[in-house]
């Protein structure tokens, strides 16, 4: 059983330009969460989905980010016209209902 | 303002010997609490959880204990291998099974050493 998955792995952009990081959840899971994790910080949380619907999104800064979670393919967070604060570390999670969040191994953003 | 505390960023301790990490909470709507441990360059790992209705989770070489009054808890490793060293992030959520959003602790980073 595949865990979740995120890609890319690593992504470079420079200033203005967008950011899309993907994540498809462990099978059988409907629930994704997105986080970030600055350096020397613990994971802050950004927006929590299932199919279709966002259920939380009190984390995600009001402008330039959303997220989606379609009913057919992954999870996609989108950032436009990044800026250098935005390099991060971005981790996805899924759960199925009720059960503890498992993690995938992030996309590292990096904003030249 | 931090929800979740874990007031130290590093811990050596020698094989074989017991392992203590702390974390503080102030909020005292958390009723589920997680510990998870990460390698870099890789996602946070699940190891263990609590329930509020619970004071003591074992599981292995991993014990969580809660103390709700003091809403403090603390991770267990006993006995401590150098496969362990990791940081080790403390989480806390509103639901049980940790279903919402969980808030992060900014980590403990845990060397065991031969």
């Known amino acids: 059983n595949a865990g979740v998955m995120q890609n890319p792995r690593h992504l470079v952009r420079r200033r203005g330009q967008e950011a899309r990081l993907r994540c498809s959840p462990m099978?059988?899971?409907?629930?994704v969460y997105w986080y970030r994790q600055l350096p020397e910080e613990g994971l802050k949380f950004m927006v929590y989905?299932?199919?279709?619907?966002?259920?939380?999104e009190s984390g995600m800064p009001k402008e330039r980010f959303s997220a989606e979670f379609p009913k057919e393919g992954p999870s996609i967070l989108r950032i436009q016209q990044v800026v250098r604060g935005d390099s991060a570390a971005y981790f996805c999670a899924s759960s199925r209902t009720g059960d503890e969040q498992f993690f995938g191994p992030g996309t590292r953003l990096t904003v030249l | 303002d931090q929800q979740v505390k874990q007031n130290s960023p590093s811990l050596s301790v020698q094989e074989g010997r017991i392992s203590i990490l702390n974390c503080d909470y102030t909020?005292?709507?958390?009723?589920?609490f997680l510990w998870y441990k990460k390698y870099p360059a890789e996602g946070p790992t699940f190891l263990i959880s609590i329930s509020s209705i619970k004071d003591k989770n074992e599981d292995g070489r991993f014990t969580v204990f809660l103390n709700k009054s003091a809403k403090h808890l603390s991770l267990h490793i006993v006995p401590s291998q150098p496969g362990d060293s990791a940081v080790y992030f403390c989480?806390?959520?509103?639901?049980?099974?940790?279903?919402?959003?969980?808030?992060f602790g900014k980590g403990t980073k845990l060397t065991v050493n031969p």
């Open positions: 099978k059988g899971h409907s629930h």
């Open positions: 989480a806390a959520s509103g639901a049980q099974g940790g279903s919402e959003k969980l808030v």
């Open positions: 909020n005292s709507m958390f009723d589920y």
């Open positions: 989905l299932q199919k279709e619907n966002i259920i939380d």
